[in-house]
């Protein structure tokens, strides 16, 4: 295997895992990072001596990462610990009743007999289907690429045979009958960018995903494994550069006539050449911004503009003075849904240009695990509500202020009595902050949606369609975003990689 120069643009969790495997295989690797730290969305706020993730904080697939550093011989767990967190999520209706769910089935059924005895046997039928579905669309193709429309028919059987035509919520609904229960078991897609009443029933397997390996918290906050990675990669030669803008993919002709990426420029002029060119950055920015239109054929602007984008988020980081974790109302990871839930679910994914009055929330409260990321006696929060991206045509600069008082009164009149009172320090990003820190298109928070017609070879691939020696690694391409999904793509991206040299 040929040895090559390689430049990984944009250090998420996609890029640090295709940097790391590139890296263990014996490539010169460059990674390039336009902020100031690592991380791209998993970036770390810092600030009155609290440490707040902006990105991803549930880890489900520990395995991978240990995969990752098992190439170079070393074991993950000397660089960040992982610890398991109970219940998994702690989901509240909207009457403010608690339902907790772990990996445990017997604990499972004892949470549904309190809500509907009936759907005790449903539940055991629908993780059935589940796990064959995670089976087939984790297990065996999830680090798989889909390069051409052969890739697709080959599957399309066993798609078909798994009811893919179904959605999330539609798979639920098939087995449980209990509004509320059918809630809990289909709202996994949010945590990926998908609408459970759009996004295809294979999205079901989180599920059971979840129930395989857990879902787990690093200690010192997702950040802290964002910097393991950092050690890991310093230590075996990659070359990371940060506030280093990609401006653009250079492109010539090849000695075939096709085009190549001959490496990039960075926004003051600098240049890395490459034998392969890598991007974790936003699919839709990668071509449209970086790439002259010259050289892509297939992946045009228009191509861009039909895509349908993820939502966004708003998000409110605080913290308090007040230890909450000492009430016990509260886990780590909490869902607050409202009285809505197609309905609301209608007005953040279908664009009609309406933020809704009412919400349902996540609530994250890593201090309940893991006291140092605030200062001694305080607690740390980010409270999470999915909107419309930035195709909607709403007016952040008119409703953010409004929005977050709206969330945070809704916090303290249920969950958090006397919240303002407690307030140390507060952060709030909008689908602003996608759009123009991350140049995410629309500022979606997830990029490509994850529809059917917007998965596997229908989405982006991880070998461009237009320059061969380009890669995508990330939540836009196959098989899309979540942390399993960015380090599948990884996975991909370095096998064909290694295949072509």
């Known amino acids: 295997m040929k040895k090559q120069r390689i430049v990984v643009i944009g250090s998420g969790f996609g890029g640090l895992g295709a940097a790391a495997r590139l890296a263990a295989s014996g490539h010169q690797v460059t990674l390039l990072e336009q902020l100031d730290e690592l991380g791209g969305r998993g970036y770390v706020f810092e600030q009155d001596g609290f440490k707040f993730d902006a990105g991803p904080t549930i880890i489900t697939a520990p ?14 767990e000397d660089y960040v610990e992982f610890v398991k967190c109970g219940p998994f999520y702690r989901i509240f209706d909207s009457d403010h009743v608690p339902f907790d769910y772990n990996d445990d089935e017997m604990f499972i059924l004892s949470e549904i007999d309190k809500r509907n005895p009936e759907d005790k046997r449903n ?8 796990k064959k579905i995670f089976e087939k669309g984790f297990v065996e193709l999830a680090d798989k690429p889909f ?3 052969a890739d697709m028919l080959r599957v399309a059987p ?21 509004d509320f229960l059918r809630q809990v078991f289909s709202f996994h897609p949010l945590l990926v960018g998908g609408n459970p009443f759009d996004t295809t029933s294979i999205y079901s397997m989180i599920h059971y995903l979840e129930r395989e390996w857990g879902v787990w918290y690093a200690m010192g906050g997702t950040g802290a494994l964002v910097d393991a990675f950092r050690r890991l990669l310093e230590e075996h030669g990659v070359d990371i550069q940060v506030n280093a803008q990609v401006e653009r993919i250079d492109v010539a002709a090849g000695s075939d006539g096709k085009p190549r990426a001959t490496g990039v420029t960075l926004a003051d002029g600098c240049t890395f050449a490459a034998d392969v060119v890598v991007s974790n950055a ?13 050289f892509r054929k297939r992946m045009t602007d228009a191509r861009f503009q039909r895509t349908r984008y993820a939502m ?3 998000v409110i980081y605080f913290g308090t003075k007040k230890r909450y974790a000492q009430e016990g109302k509260l886990a780590h990871h909490n869902i607050l849904l409202g009285p809505r839930y197609k309905g609301l679910l209608d007005d953040i994914f279908h664009n009609k240009g309406k933020l809704a009055d009412d919400f349902s929330l996540y609530l994250h409260m890593p201090t309940i695990t893991d006291p140092t990321i605030a200062p001694a006696g305080h607690e740390s929060f980010y409270v999470l509500s999915p909107v419309p991206n930035l195709k909607s045509g709403i007016s952040w600069e008119a409703h953010a202020q409004p929005y977050r008082d709206a969330i945070m009164q809704h916090l303290e009149n249920h969950y958090l009595p006397d919240l303002q009172a407690n307030l140390v320090t507060e952060r709030f990003v909008d689908p602003r902050y996608f759009a123009d820190r991350l140049h995410a298109a629309q500022g979606s928070a997830f990029s490509v949606e994850p529809i059917l017609t917007q998965s596997a070879w229908f989405r982006p691939h991880n070998r461009s369609e237009d320059i061969p020696n380009l890669y995508l690694v990330g939540a836009g391409t196959h098989p899309g975003a979540g942390l399993p999904g960015v380090l599948s793509s990884s996975t991909i991206a370095e096998n064909l990689i290694n295949a072509a040299s």
Do not use: C, E
Request: hydrophobic share 45%; charged share 20%; glycine share 4%.
């Open 63 to 76: 395995w991978m990462f240990d995969d990752i550093w098992g190439k170079f011989g070393k074991r993950r």
């Open 123 to 130: 539940y055991l039928n629908f993780v059935a289907m589940a």
């Open 147 to 149: 390069l051409t429309i």
């Open 158 to 178: 066993d798609l078909i045979r798994l009811q893919s035509y179904k959605s999330v919520y539609q798979m639920a609904a098939t087995y449980v009958q209990d």
């Open 282 to 294: 936003d699919v839709a920015h990668t071509y449209t911004k970086m790439i002259d239109p010259a």
């Open 312 to 314: 966004s988020l708003v």
